[in-house]
């Protein structure tokens, strides 16, 4: 009952926010595209939370109808206990935490921090070089792309993202997710102060 | 301190938390969450610096001629060369060997100082020369430049905002206002970052960390990271893009 | 620290955290949560009493329409001056904080089973930091004053001869402590759940604390840099929101609502977690649709980001922004009155109590309705072309924040007392506490809505005679609604006093914080509990 109510929930809150953006035309497609996405990732954080999978491979690992399935479950066990715990076991604290007591951490080797510093170094160079060519409005957008990546980089292996649980990774994301927003309905005010809308 | 260093070398945690790696989780959950904030704060300043930059472009055109690119380059590199130092002081804490990460510590304090020399004189030189926001600017030649660029504009990419060219004039040392903030903020940061690193350098030299717990130079390593993402992105929008 | 001897001191009969160790001291220097979330509550309560004396001045002020005030001191510049420090106290001092850092810091631990915050440390200095921003904040009615109005809107705030630097780093600093205090609480939701609670089976105050908490983290450090900027202008002349220099007023607002509307639902968020706590306890029944109640603050903190334009409707704002902001504005109510149907739909059918907890439930469920549909009202932008900037909006807000937070955050106060101190506070003083307070907030601010359709202008220090009955009967409903607030001060120190010892569940209600005893141990819970049941198993 209460995952009927949360779809409709989920469904509703689409479209209405939706509809504005990509009126009638667009929204269909968008709001279910949006919609199977929601309904996915809950899912798969229902299988995770409630060790779904983890508990079937249990209860039917002695043969029965299922087996056939169980070497498929495994796989999808195991691909989804590396999407969720690829360094540390974060969620294993509470059980498994002699195995875990003096810190595996991943340490990366000085060989891939000289390797990003010089990528980081060459792109240096090309953003310098990069803006002596004007390409006119496109300018600052392309400056803004070299220093993505080479952000990109400083993020991954000298902040260690690329090898650390996803909460971090979410988190961070979340705070750029968050200044786009303010940069695009900033500039949606003040970009279009001199158009009246005549009407819908 | 929550972790105390036994006499055996081996280091205790915190009574709220399970286990050692338990606790290095949750601090790291938390410097990154405070590196939001960083972003979220730093990037105000850049919507309002892009937003600016579109409505009167002539007036950030003219203003990043004035910026030596040459020093925003040598800073750069500095920076992102702190970055690779700071790296290798937590790499080395990580390794036990304290005495090559004091080492690269200091390394790292070394660039952060000479970013600072260099954006003292840097600053010094504008200063020098009038080129400071608002209330106590004073350089004529710089307002001139921009009223002359808007007259060379052609007529179809006068907007109505560019269309009074006096006006223009007057409010023309926007671009240093912005530019005194941001890079003032951002050098803020930089020395603060130097302090962080020169406790932790310390506390290395007082063998305080080890392979088990460095939880702290790892915090520290975060924030100096952050500082140096800013000016990535500092550098290519003051510096270049006008 | 020391580690020893937890077990002599658990097994001792009464050793709580507020006997574990004594002297003031031990007070200011602590890292137990349960301490600070005491002295936050000392701290937040003497700065409700002085926004309130504020917000007195200013009724007693418009009860005359005319020049002549009751005081000859008010001239219309110290009428501004009452009114903004009314708003920068409630706001930034009581409101912003109230909630979070005192029941979010007492309580989020225990609920979680967990011996403390993550970084106990931090939290310590979150309250300092806290109170420094206020000492701040307070040193400008010594110095020069402040007479902007809380929103600091340029280009006054840029010319005013009033503190406005010393206003904004008090601000800025408050806002510094107000994301320290959100990072621990994520952390600790995240990290230091007890075994076998998982995300669905935290209670549902946890979720609005946990919602709460990541607004702050997003929104206040654009604040921080609004009033960061705010302060450069006024030094530097940096030209950013002064038109003459080439700025742009509706940037700063921009800026400053990008943070300020998240941080009204950093405001009602919590406040709606207590009343999810109190409703589930006194009508002893499960709460109804726990998942939508918590997806929903979610929901309310991701849609809360994408409304702030409804504050510029009139300010200079493009016509498309605005058609943008008002119908996101719209969506923002839809996981509200979610919450409020559960809301109700839980008291159906179950056994209701109606302890003084119970009534400022209630209270808050009728009051904070009419609060949400005139906001409703006012995200349309055609209405709130009429009622920008007069007293409809004054009533609206004070509907949601006095009438939903203040009720909520009372109730919690009345609810969690005998938990805090091992005390009953008196329940017949708890009634009378809230006749007062229901019957005078309406008094008061109903007449509101009724001036803010006539056409009477907020921030006004006189007004047309026409206005003055309504007037009248506003200012006498704040006397009441002081009085209220002042019995419920009373019944506190009563029961400080002289109230009967409470067991560990006086309300019988489920979740883990009356699992221990009342006041709970130093470290929360004699041993780590297991949870296998959900929050609100009543049967």
Known sequence: MELVVQYSLYIISMVCIFVPFFGFGMAPPTVITAAVGVFAGNAYSLIVQQGIIKNFIKDNKDGGKSSPLIPVLEEAQKAIDAIENPGLAMKNDHHGEGHNEHGEHHIIPISVYVGVLLILLLGTVITVAVAQVDFGAMNTVIAMLVATIKAGFVLAFFMHLKYDNLLNRVIFGSGFFFLMLLIAFSAADIFTRASVVKSF | ?242 | MSNVTHATHTATENDNYLNHEKGIWSWLSTVDHKRIAIMYMVSILTFFLIGGIFALLVRGALFNSGENKFWSYITPDVYNQFMSYHGIIMVFMVIVPGIPAIFGNFLLPVMLGAKDVAFPRLNLASYYIYLLGAAIAASTLFLGKIDTGWTFYTPYSIKTSTSVVLAVLGAFTMGMASILTGLNFIVTTHKLRAPGQTMNKIPLFVWAIYATSIIQILATPVLGITLLLIGAERTLGVGIFDPNLGGDPVLFQHFFWFYSHPAVYIMILPAMGIVSELISTFSRKTIFGYTAIAYSSLAIAAVSFLVWGHHMFVSGQSEFAGILFSVITMLVGVPTAIKLFNWISTMYRGSVRLDTPMLYAIGFLFLFTIGGLTGVWLASTGMDVHFHDTYFVVAHFHYVMVGGVLMAFTGGIFFWFPKFFGKMASDTLGRISWVFVFTGFNVTFFPQFILGAMGMPRRYFEYHPAYEPLNQISTVGSWLIGFGFLVALVAIIHGLLAGEKAGANPWGSKTLEWQTSSPPPHDNFPITPTVTAGPYEYR
């Open chain 2, 1 to 242: 301190m929550s972790i105390v260093k036994t006499e055996d070398g081996h280091f205790h945690h915190a009574h709220h938390f399970n286990s050692l790696n338990h606790q290095y989780d949750s601090a790291k959950q938390g410097v990154w969450l405070f590196m939001v904030t960083e972003i979220l704060m730093f990037g105000g300043l850049f919507v309002a610096y892009l937003i600016y930059k579109s409505i009167y472009a002539p007036i950030f055109h003219v203003g990043s001629s004035y910026l030596d690119v040459k020093m925003g380059s040598i800073n750069t590199i500095v920076l992102i060369s702190s970055s690779f130092t700071m790296a290798l002081g937590i790499y080395y804490n990580q390794k036990n060997k304290p005495k090559q990460a004091i080492i690269a510590l200091v390394l790292t304090i070394l660039c952060a100082l000479t970013f600072m020399v260099i954006k003292y004189f840097e600053y010094s030189h504008k200063i020098h020369l009038g080129l400071v926001p608002g209330k106590y600017f004073s350089n004529p030649e710089f307002q001139q430049k921009v009223a002359d660029f808007v007259n060379a504009m052609p007529i179809e990419n006068i907007t109505p905002a560019l269309s009074d060219v006096e006006h223009l004039k007057k409010i023309a040392p926007l671009y240093f206002g912005f530019y005194f903030v941001m890079t003032g903020l951002h050098g803020f940061h930089v020395i603060i970052g130097a302090c962080l690193i020169a406790w932790v350098t310390i506390k290395t030299a007082n063998n305080q960390f080890g392979a088990e717990y460095y939880t702290p130079v790892e915090g520290v390593g975060l924030f100096w990271h952050i500082v140096d993402l800013i000016w990535i992105y500092l550098f290519p929008l003051l510096y270049l893009v006008g």
